[in-house]
């Protein structure tokens, strides 16, 4: 069974919008001792990024500059998947989008932040102009 599943990709024209959602297939992220979520995408071609990273305890978060002022990683409460929300989408932010859990590295200086240990399958997003 994969530990986590994404879901709300799909296609959409440069300047759109998605919300990405990952959920812990086995209940809950605390379920696997897991208290960060980070989104993670690959491109063809090109090695996978990280994207957004969020600390569940805190809320707090952290973002690629390539994203930072367009993406929004966010979580209700505790324990509820997580969401990326993806504003005015750009062709370069094409790729398979992955979430990850894990445990906080406790720095937001360490790349990336958190030591990822559960993957999901990934789900598609792309942008066309």
């Known amino acids: 069974q994969v530990p986590l599943v994404e879901s709300g990709g799909g296609s959409v024209q440069t300047g759109g919008s998605l919300r990405l959602s990952c959920a812990a297939s086995?209940?809950?992220?605390?379920?696997?001792?897991?208290?960060?979520v980070g989104w993670f995408r690959q491109a063809p071609g090109k090695e996978r990024e990280g994207v957004a990273h969020?600390?569940?305890?805190?809320?707090?978060?952290k973002y690629a500059d390539s994203v930072n002022g367009r993406f929004t990683i966010s979580q209700d409460n505790a324990n509820q998947p997580v969401y990326l929300q993806m504003n005015n989408l750009k062709a370069r932010d094409t790729g398979m989008y992955f979430c990850?859990?894990?445990?906080?590295?406790?720095?937001?200086?360490?790349?990336?932040?958190?030591?990822?240990?559960?993957w999901g399958q990934g789900t598609q997003v792309t942008v066309s102009s």
């Open positions: 990850a859990a894990g445990r906080f590295g406790g720095s937001w200086y360490r790349d990336p932040p958190c030591e990822y240990n559960y």
């Open positions: 086995r209940s809950t992220f605390s379920t696997y001792g897991s208290d960060c």
């Open positions: 969020i600390y569940t305890l805190r809320g707090s978060s």
